[in-house]
């Protein structure tokens, strides 16, 4: 059974860092696509950075791009978020996924860690 655990979220203040890391197991994710999502309260679920598993190749939303790094470390089946200069606009659950290659929805969604901002 696949199974995705984030962890590091917490509070921070404005312009601060955070790493959040997502443990990925049940499977190997050859082929995988392994994406961060966010949801602040009262809005959608949305896009932040992309990284696919074999090539390492990236992908980011613009409001995050040139402050977050998406990464993947092999041996611990880990995938991490390193989040700088955060702002009060960050603040939201962020939530680990995993997209099958070929695969048009991502298929399996950790639990979610909160990341909160404070100006």
């Known amino acids: 059974q696949v199974k995705l655990v984030e962890s590091g979220g917490g509070r921070v203040q404005a312009g601060g860092s955070l790493r959040l890391s997502c443990v990925a197991s049940?499977?190997?994710?050859?082929?995988?696509?392994m994406g961060w999502f966010r949801q602040a309260p009262g809005k959608e679920r949305e896009f932040a950075a992309r990284?696919?598993?074999?090539?390492?190749?990236?992908y980011y939303a613009d409001s995050v791009k040139g402050r977050f790094t998406i990464s993947r470390d092999y041996a611990k089946n880990t995938v991490y978020l390193q989040m700088n200069s955060l702002k009060p606009e960050d603040t939201a659950v962020y939530y680990c996924?995993?997209?099958?290659?070929?695969?048009?929805?991502?298929?399996?969604w950790g639990q979610g860690t909160q990341v909160t901002v404070s100006s």
């Open positions: 049940g499977r190997t994710f050859s082929g995988y696509t």
């Open positions: 990284i696919t598993w074999d090539t390492g190749i990236t």
């Open positions: 996924a995993a997209l099958q290659e070929f695969g048009r929805v991502y298929d399996y």
